[in-house]
Each structure stands twice: as structure tokens, then as C-alpha cells.
């Protein structure tokens, strides 16, 4: 699998901001050896098509709707996401889960949703530092991932990603150790070995994601079992992301 770069935008920069992003990188990445995400805000994503169409930069989401249409004002659907040529979505991010209490079975909803629809999933797991400090993570990170990918098919992880996100190291400059890092990412591939197969376990794509900046990232990105990276904050500023998706491009 190529490295995967996503960048969460999360509910940063104006579209208009965004276009001179878009425009300052686009023509900075050729690079066939990593794929890059952007995960733009709902309001950007057409504008994000538009200026990314001919490059092989993605468009992801951030969020979608558990229901498949109907009276759920202000919801974007699935549906209404692969209109547009979306390709993938972030499901489960801590920030959902938390601030908008997002549910395990929410999130199971709207991933079978999002595969319906054909778009690519980013699953966001991870323990809080309460849950790390009473050595809680490994069974969380389980609990997450039963939850999330109940009553799926084997076949329909290929179309999943899941990104190991502590939810301490989440925008708080907390990086999680290496071995901390290879150590969740084992026990993803555990959960999935356990729920599915062997094979399943070892081919479902894993990522880290929580305080990646250009000075860390060739560190997290060499950690055994990592495919990629999901890149909050430091992928705001266009020079920075450049930076991390070249260390991305360097490692093995
Ligand atoms: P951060 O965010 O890089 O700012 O910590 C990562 C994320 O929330 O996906």
C-alpha cells in the first residue's frame, strides 16, 4: 500500500483560504509514491474538486450523515457526498465523539452508509488519557473497532482505513511514542485478526494521527505496521504539510 497523507481541516479556513492553499500545492506534488487526502470542510469540498481535478490529490470529508436522506436538517448525506466526486470520509473522529456525542452505533451507521456510497472510510480510534492511565487502551481500541465494524464483510475492508488517533495527543503536542504507536497499531490489527481473519488483520490499512508536525513525522511514519498518517494543525499552513508529505515520500 502507498503511504496515505490525510490532512483534517477540521473547521479551519474559508473556502477562499482554501483555494490558495489548493493552489500553492497542487503544483508542488507529483509524487506517485504516497496518496494524499484532503479532508475539507463541507463548504469547500466542490471548490476542493474543482481546483484538484487533473492532479492525483483526493478529496475526503469530515463527517456524514447516519441516515440515508430525508428530514435531517442541516445532515450531508453519503449520497450527496459521491455526487460531488468525494472520495472518502473521516468516521469517528475523537472531536465527533465527544463534542457531538457520536456513538459506537452512529458510527457503524454511517460507515455502512459511506461504503454504500462508495466512498472510502478513515475509522478514527483511540483511548483517552484516562483510559491510558488505568492501561485501558488496548481493550478500548478493541471496543471501538467490534462496534464500529459490526455486521460487515470482510471484503468491504479495503475500503477502510483505520487511524490510531490517542485522543491525548489530539492537537495538545503529545506525541505518542513509537513504541506506544506500534504497540496500538498491533492491537488494531489484533481487533480486526479477531473480528475477520489473519489476512484481514494484516492487510487493513493503519495510520497514526495526534501532534504530527514536520519535525516528528519521519519518526511516526517508520513506526512498525504504520501506513500513513492523519495530520490535524500542522497541515494548515501549506509549507509545513509539504514538509511531512516529503518525509512521507522518503521513508521505506
Ligand atoms: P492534530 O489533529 O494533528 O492537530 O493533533 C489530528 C486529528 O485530529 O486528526
Known amino acids: 500500500m502507498k503511504k496515505q497523507v490525510i490532512a483534517n481541516f477540521k473547521m479551519n479556513m474559508t473556502p477562499s483560504e482554501i483555494k490558495n492553499y489548493i493552489i500553492s500545492l497542487a503544483p508542488n506534488f ?11 470542510p463541507f463548504v469547500a469540498l466542490s471548490l476542493g474538486k474543482f481546483l484538484l481535478s487533473g492532479t492525483n490529490i483526493f478529496v475526503g470529508a469530515q463527517n456524514l450523515s447516519e441516515e440515508e436522506s430525508g428530514t435531517f436538517t442541516g445532515e450531508t448525506s453519503g449520497a450527496m457526498l459521491k455526487d460531488i466526486g468525494v472520495q472518502s470520509v473521516i468516521v469517528g473522529h475523537s472531536e465527533r465523539r465527544s463534542k457531538f456525542k457520536e456513538t459506537g452505533r452512529a458510527i457503524n451507521k454511517k460507515i455502512k452508509i459511506a461504503l454504500k456510497n462508495r466512498l472510502q ?9 484516562t483510559d491510558k492511565n488505568s492501561m485501558k487502551t488496548l ?14 464483510y470482510e471484503n468491504e475492508l479495503e475500503n ?9 495527543a489530539i492537537g495538545t503536542g503529545k506525541v505518542a511514542t513509537s513504541k506506544e504507536i506500534e504497540e496500538g497499531v498491533k492491537a488494531i490489527r489484533k481487533s480486526i485478526e479477531h473480528s475477520f481473519s489473519k489476512k484481514a488483520g494484516d492487510e487493513i490499512g493503519v495510520l497514526y494521527g495526534g501532534s504530527i508536525n514536520a519535525k516528528n513525522i519521519s519518526q511516526i511514519i517508520s ?5 500513513g498518517v492523519l495530520v490535524g494543525g500542522a497541515c494548515l499552513d501549506c509549507a509545513n504539510f509539504m514538509h511531512i508529505i516529503s518525509a512521507c515520500e522518503a521513508s521505506k
Open 139 to 152: 481493550s478500548v481500541l478493541s471496543g471501538q473497532i467490534d462496534e464500529a465494524l459490526k455486521g460487515l
Open 30 to 40: 507529483k509524487s506517485e509514491k504516497v496518496d494524499i487526502t484532503l479532508a475539507l
Open 223 to 227: 513506526c512498525k505496521g504504520v501506513n
Open 121 to 129: 472510510v478513515i475509522l478514527c480510534v483511540g483511548e483517552t488519557l
Open 160 to 168: 477502510i482505513l483505520i487511524a490510531y488517533e490517542p485522543v491525548w
